[in-house]
């Protein structure tokens, strides 16, 4: 018989009493062990999902499977989160002490069925926290399976195994009893479940939906552009939220880009009326994003539109004549296609970047660039209303590997743009509450007359 959700948050507080007097170094060890037994099951893992769900590639998925425990682990490991996180005060007196938040709903969608569940037990766990997963129904058995090979890590370390659980079977109802009755939730997935997080009456994190932008600058080597381009739009095939959508270039410079991103692995389609046939598969006839191809290599999204394309390649890139509402194309596809669009001046990419985001989803979340100009750099940065721009890098880099200064995270906050909290990655200290403990100071304090420039009368 399935537990009761009730059931499930009294297991997860008496998990997390058992665990009250932990130091550091015992919290530590089962961050660092539920990470490992991932990358040990990485592949076992990564084919569950991908046949479970029908989403995404298997390769892909092995490598973030691998990898996510392993970055986050090597950013969280000499982080402080347990206790008193000094003894003397600093310069201003003060003296920060962590406390656990509680028990935590952790809501994880189908295209990460795996890595979500980890990432957020590894920041969860490092503050000393109970976590509660509640998987996609559509990935039930692969979130419950990681979540299973975690609670064994646990059990092996002494600890109990109740400091992770994972709901099952999951329904709409159970999240959202769960979500009443966390003491804090992170709900990673689609507007309705943040929006059902925030509504629940308890403290969330939560995440907006993507839709990426990716600037070329003029005069950036096109070898080097196109094979990050084609890492971040083909990657776990296109189920990235910060995957590159939308890819503005000089367009005096089309013959070179484009020959640059075929080299790459990119099938570049420039006539209106294939890119029409591309356009009707994808969205289908009612105009909806057609399920079955999301998250498909990009030969089998060719297959169905009947175009021929190279099976080697692994990335479709449609040349768009307009963009933002009047192209369909130029919303979120999560699959390996990518839209094309010149521009004339920096400055009107810029522009419609932003008029892409503010029309077809993704305001809040990441843009990416790619430029020699740091001046460009600085313009783009403070017109572009996204948490997180990536400079030469990537645009899945905004999750946070070591090859920038993100904090790692499998939920990435889109700030007030994308309805969210936060306009950071989620990160450890956000699952930890701080007591803040004063000293006074020796200072002088000035009266208010002072202040404002009068003298004392």
Same mark, same amino acid.
């Given at each position: 018989?399935?537990?009761?959700?009730?059931?499930?948050?009294?297991?997860?507080?008496?998990?997390?009493?058992?665990?009250?007097?932990?130091?550091q170094?015992?919290?530590?060890?089962?961050?660092?062990?539920?990470?490992?037994?991932?990358?040990?099951?990485?592949?076992?893992?990564?084919?569950?999902?991908?046949?479970?769900?029908?989403?995404?590639d298997?390769?892909?998925k092995?490598?973030?499977?691998?990898?996510?425990?392993?970055v986050?682990?090597?950013?969280?490991?000499?982080?402080?989160?347990?206790?008193?996180?000094?003894?003397?005060?600093?310069?201003?007196?003060?003296?920060?002490?962590?406390?656990?938040?509680?028990?935590?709903?952790?809501?994880?969608?189908?295209?990460?069925?795996?890595?979500?569940?980890?990432?957020?037990?590894?920041?969860?766990?490092k503050?000393?926290?109970?976590?509660?997963?509640?998987?996609?129904?559509?990935?039930?058995?692969?979130?419950?399976?990681?979540?299973?090979?975690?609670?064994?890590?646990?059990?092996?370390?002494?600890?109990?195994?109740?400091?992770?659980?994972?709901?099952?079977?999951?329904?709409?109802?159970?999240?959202?009893?769960?979500?009443?009755?966390?003491?804090?939730?992170?709900?990673t997935?689609?507007?309705?479940?943040?929006?059902a997080?925030?509504?629940?009456?308890?403290?969330?994190?939560?995440?907006?939906?993507?839709?990426?932008?990716?600037?070329?600058?003029?005069?950036?080597?096109?070898?080097?552009?196109?094979?990050?381009?084609?890492?971040?739009?083909?990657g776990?095939?296109?189920?990235?939220?910060?995957?590159?959508?939308?890819? !503005?270039?000089?367009?005096?410079?089309? *013959?070179?880009?484009?020959?640059?991103?075929?080299? #790459? @692995? /990119? %099938?570049?389609?420039? =006539?209106?009326?294939?890119?029409?046939?591309?356009?009707d598969?994808i969205?289908?006839?009612?105009?909806? !994003?057609?399920?079955?191809?999301?998250? *498909?290599?990009?030969?089998?999204?060719?297959?169905? #539109? @009947? /175009? %021929?394309?190279?099976? =080697?390649?692994?990335?479709?890139?449609?040349?768009?004549?307009?963009?933002?509402?009047?192209?369909?194309l130029?919303?979120?596809?999560?699959s390996?296609?990518?839209?094309?669009?010149?521009?004339?001046?920096?400055?009107?990419?810029?522009?419609?970047?932003?008029?892409?985001?503010?029309?077809?989803?993704?305001?809040?979340?990441?843009?990416?660039?790619?430029?020699?100009?740091?001046?460009?750099?600085?313009?783009?940065?403070?017109?572009?209303?996204?948490?997180?721009?990536?400079?030469?890098?990537?645009?899945?880099y905004?999750?946070?590997?070591?090859?920038?200064?993100?904090?790692?995270?499998?939920?990435?906050?889109?700030?007030?743009?994308?309805?969210?909290?936060?306009?950071n990655?989620?990160?450890?200290?956000?699952?930890?509450?701080?007591?803040?403990?004063?000293?006074?100071?020796?200072?002088?304090?000035?009266?208010?007359?002072?202040?404002?420039?009068?003298?004392d009368?």
């Amino acid at each position: 018989m399935a537990e009761t959700i009730k059931e499930m948050i009294e297991k997860a507080r008496a998990a997390q009493e058992a665990i009250k007097d932990y130091t550091q170094e015992q919290v530590d060890k089962l961050v660092y062990e539920a990470g490992k037994i991932i990358y040990d099951h990485a592949r076992e893992l990564a084919v569950m999902a991908v046949e479970e769900t029908g989403l995404g590639d298997i390769e892909e998925k092995v490598l973030k499977n691998e990898e996510t425990g392993a970055v986050m682990w090597e950013y969280l490991k000499d982080k402080k989160s347990v206790g008193l996180l000094d003894t003397k005060p600093d310069e201003k007196g003060m003296i920060a002490v962590a406390h656990p938040v509680g028990v935590v709903c952790a809501v994880t969608p189908a295209t990460n069925p795996t890595i979500t569940p980890l990432g957020n037990f590894m920041q969860i766990m490092k503050g000393k926290n109970a976590t509660i997963v509640t998987p996609a129904p559509r990935a039930q058995n692969t979130s419950f399976k990681s979540c299973e090979y975690i609670r064994e890590a646990l059990v092996a370390c002494g600890a109990p195994a109740d400091l992770i659980q994972c709901v099952n079977p999951t329904s709409i109802e159970k999240t959202q009893e769960l979500m009443r009755e966390a003491d804090l939730i992170v709900a990673t997935g689609s507007m309705g479940l943040t929006k059902a997080a925030y509504s629940s009456g308890t403290p969330a994190y939560g995440v907006g939906p993507g839709n990426c932008p990716v600037i070329l600058d003029r005069g950036y080597d096109k070898p080097s552009m196109a094979a990050m381009s084609v890492e971040s739009i083909a990657g776990d095939n296109g189920m990235l939220c910060d995957g590159n959508n939308l890819f !503005l270039y000089p367009e005096e410079e089309e *013959k070179e880009v484009f020959a640059a991103l075929e080299e #790459a @692995g /990119v %099938s570049v389609y420039t =006539d209106k009326e294939t890119v029409q046939v591309f356009r009707d598969t994808i969205f289908g006839e009612d105009g909806e !994003l057609v399920s079955g191809l999301v998250g *498909k290599h990009a030969w089998k999204i060719a297959d169905a #539109a @009947g /175009v %021929s394309f190279k099976k =080697d390649n692994l990335v479709i890139g449609l040349k768009v004549d307009e963009i933002g509402k009047n192209e369909i194309l130029c919303t979120e596809i999560l699959s390996p296609v990518v839209i094309l669009k010149p521009y004339d001046t920096f400055e009107n990419a810029v522009a419609m970047a932003i008029q892409n985001m503010e029309e077809c989803g993704g305001v809040g979340h990441t843009a990416g660039l790619f430029t020699n100009d740091h001046n460009h750099v600085l313009y783009a940065g403070e017109r572009l209303p996204v948490s997180r721009v990536i400079v030469n890098q990537p645009s899945p880099y905004a999750w946070g590997p070591a090859q920038n200064g993100f904090a790692p995270s499998v939920s990435e906050g889109c700030g007030t743009w994308g309805n969210n909290i936060i306009s950071n990655n989620v990160d450890y200290i956000h699952f930890i509450n701080t007591s803040h403990i004063a000293y006074p100071l020796d200072v002088d304090v000035p009266t208010p007359a002072q202040v404002f420039g009068y003298e004392d009368k």
